[in-house]
T-cell receptor, first 116, second 115 residues
Framework: GDSVTQMEGPVTLSEEAFLTINCTYT??????LFWYVQYPGEGLQLLLK?????DKGSNKGFEATYRKETTSFHLEKGSVQVSDSAVYFC???????????????FGQGTTLQVKP | GAVVSQHPSRVICKSGTSVKIECRSL??????MFWYRQFPKQSLMLMAT?????????EQGVEKDKFLINHASLTLSTLTVTSAHPEDSSFYIC???????????FGPGTRLTVL
């Protein structure tokens, strides 16, 4: 079945360091890919997404490119801040019926800790 | 984006009791509702998918008689954990679907602790 694999955490970085969180997927068909972020005590929030191969999603300085050839969707940020400390989930979605939205399959999550 | 609420946000109950969790999509009609469970330091796992007015479809390994889902209207779905046990302690999250938005939104979650 479909699955998502993320690098294990926690990832600990100093402020202004470069961030990469690896994500690879296995899926039949052509899924949409997402990165969600969960700040302490809060619900999941969509960070960015890409719906087809070679698309680049970007938001708040984060970006990820949908690489079909390597089945990857790695998350990157050039300079992290303390406020980026959170748990990051990579996910894929396949359409549900005629809806644009569907059930999501999540990776195990990667905790990012940014120290001042 | 869409506004999704869950109630209660936190509940502590004794083993053997039943707990009902409500999920409301406040500004769009959710023809579909996804219920997820998140154990501490683990990922979200889909439990079941419900369509408004019909029975829910449960993922493998999820007991339908233990986790009762009702999706009677386009703005409200409920998850009832029946005869809860400590191993049911988890974070339950709803996610409505089927609106005109092209992304999935999530409720803030309900933390269930069974003593």
């Amino acid at each position: 079945g479909d699955s998502v694999t993320q690098m294990e955490g926690p990832v600990t970085l100093s402020e202004e360091a470069f961030l990469t969180i690896n994500c690879t997927y296995t899926a039949t068909g052509y899924p949409s890919l997402f990165w969600y972020v969960q700040y302490p005590g809060e619900g999941l929030q969509l960070l960015l997404k890409a719906t087809k191969a070679d698309d680049k999603g970007s938001n708040k300085g984060f970006e990820a490119t949908y690489r079909k050839e390597t089945t990857s969707f790695h998350l990157e940020k050039g300079s992290v801040q303390v406020s980026d400390s959170a748990v990051y989930f990579c996910a894929l979605s396949t359409p549900h019926g005629s809806s644009n939205t569907g059930k999501l399959i999540f990776g195990q999550g990667t905790t990012l800790q940014v120290k001042p | 984006g869409a506004v999704v609420s869950q109630h209660p946000s936190r509940v502590i109950c004794k083993s053997g009791t039943s707990v009902k969790i409500e999920c409301r999509s406040l500004d769009f009609q959710a023809t579909t509702m996804f219920w997820y469970r998140q154990f501490p330091k683990q990922s979200l796992m889909l439990m079941a998918t419900s369509n408004e007015g019909s029975k829910a479809t449960y993922e493998q390994g999820v007991e339908k008689d233990k986790f009762l889902i009702n999706h009677a209207s386009l703005t409200l779905s409920t998850l009832t954990v029946t005869s809860a046990h400590p191993e049911d302690s988890s974070f339950y999250i709803c996610s409505p679907g089927g609106g005109s938005y092209n992304e999935q939104f999530f409720g803030p979650g309900t933390r269930l602790t069974v003593l």
